[in-house]
């Protein structure tokens, strides 16, 4: 049986990710109309018929369709927003992924890939912003560093998905398992940027037990008592496997599921996001229908824990993001990106993203495979 209320979720580019996201939502009861939108390919139509299934055995969305529009179309996308007026947006389309990464060229500083990423959120953004669009936007291209960069034009997607969250389910996991409690007993905060989710999992970073590491903040408690810091970051710390290549997208699509349940839903619920209005880097939030608010620890400052994302997020490769959105490389990212693609990243401020992203594509497109 179908779900005949509920919410509009609109979930664009149905790619390995946006895909995995769109079939975990059509399971939703709180979602009444869920909708796909990007190129007509077959593949999408595909799963959008097997996502209608899914929905009609999991009493979840009464709809679930799919729109055809190019992302890369403001006018085309201002259009589709005015015509489906979407209570949740999750932004899952992207010029860059980082398992297209060609083997030769994954030596590269995440961030390096950060205007391919940023280019069609934007566009969308602006079309957001041209409709008036009251939809929530949950951006899932790298958002940590995204978000910074479009808060400079007061486009910042509303919130991001991954990253932060995976490590707090982490955590929550091995703390509820030490201390012998259920989950529900444990409440994990963190402030934590993307490029320090290699302390959490092998997939990313097996090595971690330099000193010159991503810094992050976390308060864990076990029924409102404090987790010693040493167990915390032990527990972080310890060796946790996941799916290889994409399969582990299926995690980062249920960490989206979990924030689209919260978007809509009335009650605040406790999560950990990346960059909530644009803030650079992930922090502790409480969710509902009314919004996104910080939830920071006792004692941490917003100031402190933007100054931890933005120090962190040097090993990403990005030195700063500027307050006109300009992105800043580490000379270490430069002469990567000058060795690898051959070409001379710096500075990229907005009125060249444009260009910057058809040279990084051209750069790609040559690397052998």
Same mark, same amino acid.
């Given at each position: 049986?179908?779900?005949?209320?509920?919410?509009?979720?609109?979930?664009?580019?149905?790619?390995?990710?946006?895909?995995?996201?769109?079939?975990?939502?059509?399971?939703?009861?709180?979602?009444?109309?869920?909708?796909?939108?990007?190129?007509?390919?077959?593949?999408?139509?595909?799963?959008?018929?097997?996502?209608?299934?899914i929905a009609e055995t999991l009493s979840g969305p009464a709809h679930v369709g799919h729109?055809?529009?190019?992302?890369?179309?403001?006018?085309?996308?201002?259009?589709?927003?005015?015509?489906?007026?979407?209570?949740?947006?999750?932004?899952?389309?992207?010029?860059?992924?980082?398992?297209?990464?060609?083997?030769?060229?994954?030596?590269?500083?995440?961030?390096?890939?950060?205007?391919?990423?940023?280019?069609?959120?934007?566009?969308?953004?602006?079309?957001?912003?041209?409709?008036?669009?009251?939809?929530?936007?949950?951006?899932?291209?790298?958002?940590?560093?995204?978000?910074?960069?479009?808060?400079?034009?007061?486009?910042?997607?509303?919130?991001?998905?991954?990253?932060?969250?995976?490590?707090?389910?982490?955590?929550?996991?091995?703390?509820?398992?030490?201390?012998?409690?259920?989950?529900?007993?444990?409440?994990?905060?963190?402030?934590?940027?993307?490029?320090?989710?290699?302390?959490?999992?092998?997939?990313?970073?097996?090595?971690?037990?330099?000193?010159?590491?991503?810094?992050?903040?976390?308060?864990?408690?076990?029924?409102?008592?404090?987790?010693?810091?040493?167990?915390?970051?032990?527990?972080?710390?310890?060796?946790?496997h996941l799916s290889a290549g994409t399969g582990s997208h299926q995690l980062t699509a249920?960490?989206?599921?979990?924030?689209?349940?919260?978007?809509?839903?009335?009650?605040?619920?406790?999560?950990?996001?990346?960059?909530?209005?644009?803030?650079?880097?992930?922090?502790?939030?409480?969710?509902?229908?009314?919004?996104?608010?910080?939830?920071?620890?006792? !004692?941490?400052? @917003?100031?402190?824990?933007?100054?931890?994302?933005?120090? +962190?997020? %040097?090993? =990403?490769?990005? &030195?700063? #993001?500027?307050?006109?959105?300009?992105?800043?490389y580490t000379e270490s990212a430069t002469e990567a990106a000058r060795e690898l693609l !051959?070409?001379? @990243?710096?500075?990229?401020?907005?009125?060249?993203?444009? +260009?910057? %992203?058809? =040279?990084?594509? &051209?750069? #790609?497109?040559?690397?052998?495979?």
């Amino acid at each position: 049986m179908s779900n005949s209320g509920g919410a509009t979720v609109l979930v664009a580019g149905l790619g390995d990710l946006g895909g995995r996201t769109f079939e975990l939502l059509s399971g939703q009861p709180r979602i009444g109309r869920l909708l796909g939108c990007g190129s007509a390919r077959a593949s999408s139509r595909s799963l959008v018929a097997q996502s209608a299934l899914i929905a009609e055995t999991l009493s979840g969305p009464a709809h679930v369709g799919h729109v055809e529009v190019d992302l890369a179309d403001g006018s085309a996308v201002a259009s589709m927003l005015r015509r489906i007026q979407p209570d949740v947006t999750v932004f899952a389309a992207s010029r860059h992924s980082w398992w297209r990464t060609p083997p030769t060229a994954r030596g590269l500083p995440y961030g390096v890939w950060l205007p391919m990423q940023l280019s069609l959120i934007r566009t969308f953004m602006q079309a957001h912003r041209e409709v008036g669009s009251a939809s929530r936007v949950v951006a899932l291209a790298h958002p940590d560093a995204a978000g910074p960069v479009l808060a400079a034009e007061g486009l910042a997607p509303h919130v991001g998905a991954g990253n932060v969250a995976e490590v707090a389910a982490k955590v929550r996991l091995l703390v509820a398992t030490q201390y012998a409690c259920d989950r529900d007993a444990v409440s994990v905060r963190l402030v934590m940027h993307h490029a320090a989710e290699r302390l959490a999992f092998a997939l990313f970073d097996t090595d971690t037990t330099g000193t010159d590491l991503p810094p992050y903040l976390a308060r864990v408690t076990v029924r409102g008592q404090p987790v010693p810091v040493e167990d915390i970051d032990r527990l972080l710390r310890e060796p946790y496997h996941l799916s290889a290549g994409t399969g582990s997208h299926q995690l980062t699509a249920a960490t989206v599921a979990g924030l689209v349940h919260a978007l809509i839903g009335d009650q605040p619920e406790r999560l950990n996001v990346p960059s909530p209005a644009g803030l650079p880097g992930g922090y502790p939030v409480t969710v509902s229908r009314s919004g996104v608010e910080l939830d920071l620890p006792s !004692g941490v400052s @917003l100031s402190e824990a933007v100054e931890v994302n933005e120090r +962190a997020a %040097v090993f =990403d490769g990005i &030195a700063r #993001v500027d307050s006109a959105g300009t992105i800043h490389y580490t000379e270490s990212a430069t002469e990567a990106a000058r060795e690898l693609l !051959g070409l001379t @990243l710096t500075d990229v401020p907005l009125n060249r993203l444009a +260009a910057v %992203v058809e =040279d990084l594509a &051209a750069a #790609v497109s040559v690397i052998p495979r």
